[in-house]
């Protein structure tokens, strides 16, 4: 939980007015724009449940028998203005027959409600609904909103809701994924079954509550509380009178009278006790109101809420809250921070910090990320993808070289990420495409990427350990077939200026059917670098023929780039002939000779700064290798010409053989 003061730590004052304008927008149900497209609600139920009987109750609110009844009705659709939300319904009735089993089944996937029906007074369909309905969904892996609908045809005792809820409460007990449960013997409670279903699919409840721990989720909490920090940024992250009011008057509703909101803190007050202060509500009585409102059944108060800051069914940031044309990029084009949302980051960190102590720890790196959806950097590939200190904590180059990776490979999640720390959308630039940085002769990034190549056991996830301070010996990604990123900070002591650079080293894992899913994902690599076994004879054969393959895919997509090659384990003695022969076959190609390293003994670092110079060089070092597209040009002119002599050869010996015939003739 936040505290106050990790609040102003963290939320600076120049950034709400503008983070505060970009995010109040307007979101309508499920985020849809024009015609919404219609909710699925799917009826299933034994044979003689009600199914078919419950759509036209719901259609007519008439307890008339109606005539002509087809066993099936065709799909049926509840007009928008049936609803609050304004978001039309799809009924779709289904067979009980066992020889339309695979078609019920395809509906049910295909569902954004289930309505179950049962009759209490067929013992047969309420037994059902635990011995095969329910489990049925799970098996199906069915995650949408299940609403029981039950009638008594004859034993008027159960003619009202309590009773139904009585019958249902083991079942609803077991089977936590059932919203609710109705008692439609009344007609004129049928539409309200499909009102309720469509509402539980506007306003889903599993992404909010956890009805097994009965708490908010942990995304939901991030939410509200980024809601809290934003309403809250002028009155010291108190909610007073006059924030209320302006979250009242965001989800348009009317403003709170003095008495109301006096009852309203006392009420909190009661409670929870750590849910008030003197000026007003906390964080801790935010969140107490909203989880009190999901449990009284209000959940739509909380959606409302969430909608009009900007979140979508998934508690992310919808879509059109992150600029997605500011990242707009070629594939030889890269993403990264700009200068201002650099300072900033800089700026937090050391907000953080001298609170903290020298470094980041684990405790204050979560702070940066409670109310974004999650903290990204916690799973792969950024987990293990930075240099950390003995507590697990950062260092600035650390922090900033992780922003710089989540940039690279995720924008889209960078920026949400930097929205909910209050920072304005216009955070990221698009770098020039690399084929004008190789005539320009040179590369204004900032991060560069960098594939690592080998065959197995050439040293790459000792390379990448090295590279951000692990020991020789961890096993991180052995063996493993995911994709692994080490990134830190290398000194950039170029021509483009004495300033550290973010340098981003890809493990490339081997794959049976390809190196690459396509040629195009060779655009994000900025150098590529070989290594191998120095001790090793076939490693050294397969690291060269490696890189034939790489260049060659690069020159056919037109996405070329420099390559170096690594002679790995020099610590080992080196295979006769080693340095001769790579020396011979890299000045072949047009490259540097193998740069000689040890990840055992630490000896890398000048590797790191070659690697830098090279990117920052695009232009040069670049194998001389004739692509397949110029060696089949080839080949098809030798064929041609081929063709063309062997045609002439052909049409003279026609000819000849024709005037032999004539004279012969004659």
Not at 219 to 235: E, G, H, I, K, P
Not at 650 to 662: E, M, W
Request: proline content about 5%; charged content about 25%; overall charge negative.
């Amino acid at each position: 939980m936040f505290s106050y003061m990790t609040m102003n730590m963290l939320y600076s004052e120049k950034y709400f007015d503008v983070c505060l304008q970009n995010q109040m927008m307007r979101m309508l149900g499920l985020g849809y724009s024009g015609s919404p497209k219609p909710v699925r609600i799917v009826v299933v139920g034994e044979k003689g449940a009600g199914k078919t009987s419950l759509i036209i109750a719901a259609l007519n609110e008439s307890s008339q028998p109606q005539p002509n009844i087809p066993p099936v009705l065709p799909y049926t659709t509840f007009p928008s203005e049936w609803f609050r939300d304004p978001i039309p319904a799809t009924i779709i009735d289904t067979s009980s027959k066992p020889e339309d089993r695979e078609k019920v089944v395809k509906e049910v996937k295909e569902a954004d409600a289930i309505v179950l029906t049962f009759v209490v007074d067929i013992a047969e369909t309420l037994d059902r609904l635990s011995e095969y309905w329910l489990p049925l969904f799970r098996q199906l892996e069915v995650r949408v909103p299940i609403i029981l609908a039950g009638c008594s045809v004859t034993n008027r005792e159960y003619h009202n809701q309590s009773g139904m809820e009585i019958i249902t409460t083991s079942i609803r007990e077991q089977y936590l994924e059932i919203e609710t449960c109705f008692d439609w013997s009344a007609h004129h409670i049928a539409r309200k079954v499909f009102w309720y279903a469509q509402h539980a699919v506007t306003n889903p409840v599993g992404p909010i509550y956890d009805k097994e721990t009965s708490s908010l989720k942990p995304r939901c909490v991030a939410a509200l509380t980024r809601v809290f920090v934003l309403s809250t940024r002028d009155t010291d992250f108190i909610l007073n009178e006059a924030g209320l009011n302006n979250i009242q008057a965001q989800c348009c509703y009317e403003p709170m009278t003095p008495s109301q909101i006096r009852g309203l803190i006392d009420f909190v007050q009661a409670r929870s006790p750590l849910g008030v202060d003197e000026n007003g509500i906390t964080i801790e009585g935010f969140l107490f109101i909203n989880k009190y409102l999901v449990e009284q059944g209000r959940i739509r108060k909380v959606w409302d809420i969430l909608r009009k800051f900007g979140y979508n069914n998934e508690l992310r940031l919808a879509d059109d809250m992150i600029p997605y044309s500011s990242f707009k990029r070629m594939p030889d084009q890269s993403v990264e921070l700009s200068d201002e949302a650099t300072r900033f980051l800089r700026g937090v960190y050391k907000n953080l910090d001298e609170h903290s102590g020298n470094n980041l720890g684990p405790q204050m790196i979560g702070f940066v990320f409670q109310i974004s959806p999650e903290n990204p950097w916690s799973i792969a590939p950024y987990k293990d993808a930075s240099e950390k200190t003995d507590d697990g904590g950062l260092s600035l180059e650390a922090f900033l070289s992780l922003w710089n990776l989540l940039t690279l490979i995720d924008p889209a999640r960078s920026l949400e990420c930097l929205i909910c720390l209050c920072y304005p959308s216009s955070a990221v630039r698009v770098t020039r495409r690399r084929a004008i940085d190789r005539k320009e002769q040179n590369s204004d990034r900032r991060v560069f990427q960098c594939f690592v190549f080998g065959p197995e056991n050439a040293g790459k996830s000792a390379l990448l350990n090295r590279f951000i301070g692990r020991p020789y010996d961890d096993d991180n990604n052995n063996g493993s077939n995911e994709e692994r990123y080490a990134v830190n900070m290398v000194d950039n002591d170029g021509v483009t200026g004495d300033v550290k650079k973010t340098l981003v080293l890809k493990e490339i894992q081997m794959q049976e059917d390809g190196f690459l899913s396509s040629n195009e994902a060779l655009g994000a690599c900025d150098v590529a670098i070989f290594l191998y076994d120095s001790s090793d004879e076939s490693s050294w054969k397969k690291a060269i023929d490696l890189l034939v393959k790489v260049a060659t895919a690069s020159e056919d997509a037109g996405l070329k780039f420099p390559c170096l090659m690594v002679a790995a384990k020099t610590d080992l003695d080196s295979f006769p002939e080693a340095i001769q022969e790579a020396t011979r076959a890299t000045q072949e190609i047009g490259i540097e000779a193998p740069i000689p390293i040890s990840s055992k003994l630490g000896d890398c670092d000048n590797l790191f700064q070659k690697i830098l110079t090279a990117a920052e060089h695009p232009h040069l070092g670049i194998p001389k290798i004739k692509s397949k597209k110029k060696r089949s040009r080839k080949l098809m002119k030798r064929s041609l010409m081929l063709v063309s002599i062997g045609t002439g050869a052909l049409i003279v010996g026609l000819a000849s053989f024709r005037l032999y015939a004539a004279r012969k003739q004659r």
